[in-house]
């Protein structure tokens, strides 16, 4: 509904409010209204003009009465998860997923299906992941619900127009996969984004994982390429032109094997899933990484039985993690490295040798505090960052139109 001009700054304003009450909700829910005014500083006839906008809205609805010790009851209020939905997808080399939550949080699907990554050229891809994306977007409607926005998440450099500018495991270069997907959902009215898969990661893990606190923090993707999300001081690490994170980019042996960069020696050529696992299987045949989740699953039945080849070269793939992990630990000094991917099942064997690596070479006593967790989310963790990413701009007071 257009209103007439209004001045920016109370529009600005409102957005902020309706943020602050909607960020409210969200941590201390069920609350009333005067426990909003109480805790956010804002007046009660503020707080109830905000809430009943945001009511309409359908963000928010009122949940019973509470008996207070003082004063007559009060309505209280909780977020409503039930007619909005947050998509999230992931693509990488060897699969794709796609999630969705709702405003609350709750999960309403979570999707994988192998792909072959690394030997489909960027049309194709980029046909899979819009059918992937027009499958979950009909499934959520199909329920009554109306889409919020759909992030997807890329292992690669993504600049600021949705442009991949290089995947080099996906095999890309520029393409703009933000167009294709617009086009391929016959330009939707939610707001479609293309984001690095290590940068959704960690908003997961900053939402929804076990150091949702920690102010500095680094997930690590371990897929066939190892992408590091940065919060730092409370914010995401982008950088100049938002290409920071590029750790499986490390150069660790000048003579090591050729990278999917082209570049010999990276950190990924050496301790990414793809050489972890034709390193210790060298009798599967994972010269195509199709499919790494069972592989995964056979180096973990090995090392749990003991397999001495697959223990060295786990124990080598954590030296070397730790190796970039100390790197990232003397520039930033990150409370918690949180690892993700596939690196979660092997976490027990590389963590040990990973932490020995970083004590070694952090120039900090006790490595700076910095310590190595292996993540409690899924693979799935930048399709459901891409959920939480388009929560966050409904977080922040950019709200769906009526
Ligand atoms: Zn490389």
Redesign the pocket.
């Known amino acids: 509904m257009q209103t007439g001009p209004q001045p920016a700054d109370f529009a600005d304003v409102r957005a902020t409010n309706l943020a602050v009450v909607l960020r409210h909700l969200r941590i201390n829910a069920p609350c009333s209204r005067a426990d909003i005014a109480a805790a956010t500083g804002l007046n009660k006839a503020t707080v109830s003009s905000l809430v009943a906008d945001l009511i309409e809205r359908r963000l928010v609805k009122e949940t019973g009465m509470t008996e207070r010790r003082i004063g007559r009851p009060a309505t209280m209020l909780v977020l409503d998860g039930s007619p909005y939905a947050a998509i999230g997808l992931e693509v990488n080399a060897d699969y794709m997923t796609a999630v969705a939550v709702d405003l609350a949080g709750d999960r309403l699907l979570s999707w994988r299906r192998a792909f072959a990554g690394s030997s489909s050229n960027p049309g194709q891809a980029a046909a899979s992941i819009a059918a992937l994306a027009k499958r979950a977007v009909a499934k959520v409607e199909k329920d009554g619900r109306r889409t919020l926005g759909l992030t997807v998440g890329v292992p690669g450099l993504v600049d600021g127009d949705g442009i991949v500018r290089i995947a080099?495991n996906l095999r890309w270069r520029d393409v703009d996969l933000r167009s294709a997907m617009r086009k391929a959902l016959n330009e939707p009215p939610y707001p479609i984004e293309v984001e690095n898969d290590a940068n959704l990661a960690v908003l997961a893990e900053q939402r929804y994982g076990g150091f949702a606190d920690a102010a500095n923090l680094v997930y690590l993707t371990g897929e066939v390429g190892i992408g590091a999300g940065v919060i730092c001081n409370g914010h995401l690490l982008r950088g100049s032109r938002g290409y920071a994170g590029?750790f499986?980019?490390i150069l660790v042996d000048p003579t090591g094997p050729v990278?999917?960069?082209?570049?010999r020696g990276?950190?990924?050529?050496l301790a990414g899933i793809g050489a972890v696992v034709s390193r210790a299987l060298p009798d599967a045949s994972a010269s195509s990484p199709t499919e790494l989740e069972p592989e995964v699953e056979e180096v973990v039945r090995r090392a749990k039985a003991g397999d001495p080849k697959v223990l060295d070269v786990l124990a080598e793939t954590g030296r070397h993690l730790g190796y970039g992990i100390a790197t990232v630990a003397n520039l930033i000094n990150p409370e918690v490295v949180v690892l993700g991917g596939y690196f979660v099942p092997l976490s027990p064997w590389l963590i040990p040798a990973a932490e020995l690596e970083l004590a070694s070479r952090s120039i900090a006593p006790e490595s700076g505090g910095t310590r190595i967790v292996a993540s409690h989310l899924d693979l799935g963790a930048a399709a459901t960052g891409g959920a939480a990413r388009v929560l966050d701009t409904i977080d922040s007071g950019r709200l769906p139109t009526r």
């Open positions: 080099p590029e499986g980019h990278c999917g960069c082209g570049r990276c950190l990924e050529a």
